[in-house]
């Protein structure tokens, strides 16, 4: 299983090889996790949602399709996308958008740009990290509520009281730093 | 392919991009990507700077049980064998090799799935637990506990093995509450023959707990029953049956 790709993995958990989703769950269980505490600080929830993202894994019908992009990027849209089910499931007494569960972005496919193959996780972090120190408190905050909290844009409008399209072209110019500082520190 | 020099789209494409849009705006934003290769770019920028986001994260140390409780759920034991005397070659469920809290972890794997910690008995058994840990806990068996009438009720048993003590843990959901004097209370079934292992309310979710110690001259038992009783003192069951192996 060692030297299997995550697509091939995939391809065996998708044919119900348990010995598959093991290794995966060795190779990706520290970001995962990792994720889900970021996303709820809390060990118990952490723990509900890694649970859901392989029982996920297992039973998913439609799979991985490598044409969309990387498998890690499909993992964590599955993540987030249960990690935030989850916290909307405490937040009943507000209105939410249903999501669906598999629902991904393809990540671009510019090598330069592409976190898993060309650095690895740490130096990306420390990029990011670094990247972030340009942003301002109103757009960490942003960032915060949007993509670990999982509010959607409409209700961090209301709850700042600020109009929508403030919120929109906030998130823009955010995405737009981020962007820019990470390519300028990859460039380097 | 045809640009539009000043597209006024940049908010739009945002929402877009992180799939906060309803269908009408995601065909119409589908449709002018098709034909402006500007805002086809934009799209491409914001989609990886938001996918880059998640590599933010500070490593968390993994807590170590934590796999055997995935694995576990995902891979019950096979169904409910004849006895339970066939415990011995289910011991590769084992919580062994992990601290002295290890009978503790696994009962909160319980309490996990529960997420009811009101239940003040169960606390003060894992209490008492804790505090006499030399041996590792092993889950023996898990039992899923199907709805007798048409409901959405379920539940599992657990059965843990620690040192000579065995003990069985219910968690059960989707049950109705109860009215007055009335109890569900849960009956291991043998031959036919039923002895209670105790009884217990829900909460206001229909959720219930339940610990049983077993004792040795009570193996072993081939079924679990759990029924709805007018009262919490009977010794055979008297009311209808919710929910069975
Ligand atoms: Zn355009």
């Not at chain 1, 937040?91 to 690895?120: C, G, L, M, T």
């Not at chain 2, 979710?205 to 709805?228: C, H, R, S, V």
Request: aromatic share 8%; charged share 25%.
């Amino acid at each position: 299983m060692r030297n299997k790709s995550d697509t091939e993995l995939m391809q065996l958990v998708m044919e119900k090889n348990r010995p598959a989703l093991e290794e995966l769950y060795d190779r990706y269980i520290k970001l995962v996790y990792s994720f889900a505490i970021k996303s709820t600080k809390d060990e118990q929830k952490a723990r509900v949602i890694v649970q859901a993202v392989f029982t996920r894994l297992w039973t998913t019908e439609k799979g991985y399709d490598p044409e969309r992009g990387q498998f890690v990027n499909w993992l964590l849209t599955i993540t987030r996308n249960m990690a935030i089910d989850h916290l909307r499931a405490e937040k009943r007494n507000h209105s939410f958008v249903p999501i669906e569960p598999e629902r991904w972005d393809q990540i671009a496919d510019h090598p330069e740009n592409n976190p898993a193959n060309v650095v690895s996780r740490k130096l990306l972090r420390e990029q990011i990290e670094k990247a972030y120190r340009y942003l301002s408190r109103s757009q960490v905050e942003l960032i915060q509520s949007l993509y670990w909290e999982g509010y959607s844009l409409s209700e961090i409008a209301q709850m700042r009281e600020e109009p929508i399209g403030t919120i929109k072209s906030r998130l823009h110019q955010t995405l737009k730093i981020l962007r820019n500082h990470l390519v300028l520190e990859m460039e380097e | 392919m045809g640009t539009y020099g000043n597209c006024s789209l940049s908010n739009e494409l945002v929402a877009y991009v992180i799939g906060d849009t309803t269908e009408e705006e995601k065909h119409f934003i589908e449709k002018h990507l098709l034909r402006c290769s500007i805002c086809h770019r934009e799209v491409n920028e914001l989609r990886e700077a938001w996918n880059m986001i998640p590599y933010d994260l500070e490593e968390t140390e993994v807590p170590v049980d934590l796999k055997e409780e995935v694995m576990l759920a995902i891979f019950p034991p096979e169904e409910v064998p004849k006895s339970v005397r066939k415990w011995t070659w289910l011991k590769r469920f084992s919580f062994s090799g992990l601290s002295p809290h290890g009978w503790v972890t696994a009962i909160l794997i319980v309490a996990l799935v529960a997420s009811v910690w009101n239940n003040l008995i169960v606390r003060q058994q894992l209490v008492a637990l804790e505090s006499k840990s030399e041996h590792p806990a092993q889950i023996l068996q898990v039992y899923s506990l199907k709805s007798a009438n048409p409901g959405s009720a379920n539940g599992n048993v657990w059965l843990f093995e620690k040192g000579n003590a065995k003990k069985l843990v219910f968690h059960l959901q989707g049950l109705e509450a109860t009215k007055g004097s009335e109890a569900y209370q849960v009956w291991l079934i043998q031959e036919g023959k039923r002895r209670s292992a105790g009884v217990f309310l829900v909460d206001q979710n229909g959720t219930g707990i339940l610990t049983y110690d077993m004792k040795e001259e009570q193996l072993p038992f081939d079924a679990i029953g759990i029924t709805l009783e007018p009262d919490s003192e009977g010794t055979q069951p008297r009311g209808k049956k919710v929910l069975g192996t």
